[in-house]
């Protein structure tokens, strides 16, 4: 089982990424969540999706310019991110877990991680 985030890149301010996260090995049965570490900065929180997908979850700094949704025939998480701005440079991880879809501790099952890179 594992999963692999991709579709990172190189944006200027204001455009426009998709990353994805594909699981291989087994279906997605839980939440599904996107965090992030820039340098020097510890991961953070960045949004989530319900196995269903009829709930969704945002940090403050990305609400009303990240989408999160899912395929579950395609057994893949996509993280649409719009507006994006320089302060969004990370490196992005996807995440399978379950209990509250905002805490890291509760995924115990993580990608590898794009880099996502916003320039001024």
């Known amino acids: 089982v594992q999963l692999q985030a991709f579709g990172g890149g190189l944006v200027q301010a204001g455009g426009s990424l998709r990353v994805s996260c594909a699981a291989s090995?087994?279906?997605?049965?839980?939440?599904v969540g996107w965090f992030r570490q820039a340098p020097g900065k510890e991961r953070e929180f960045v949004a989530a999706?319900?196995?269903?997908?009829?709930?969704?979850y945002y940090a403050d700094s990305v609400k009303g310019r990240f989408f999160i949704s899912r395929d579950n025939a395609k057994n893949t998480v996509y993280l649409q991110m719009n507006s994006l701005k320089p302060e969004d440079t990370a490196v992005y991880y996807c995440?399978?877990?379950?209990?509250?879809?905002?805490?890291?501790?509760?995924?115990?099952?993580w990608g590898q991680g794009t880099q996502v890179t916003v320039s001024s």
């Open positions: 995440a399978a877990g379950r209990g509250n879809p905002r805490l890291e501790y509760e995924y115990n099952l």
């Open positions: 090995g087994r279906t997605f049965s839980s939440y």
């Open positions: 999706i319900s196995w269903s997908g009829s709930s969704t």
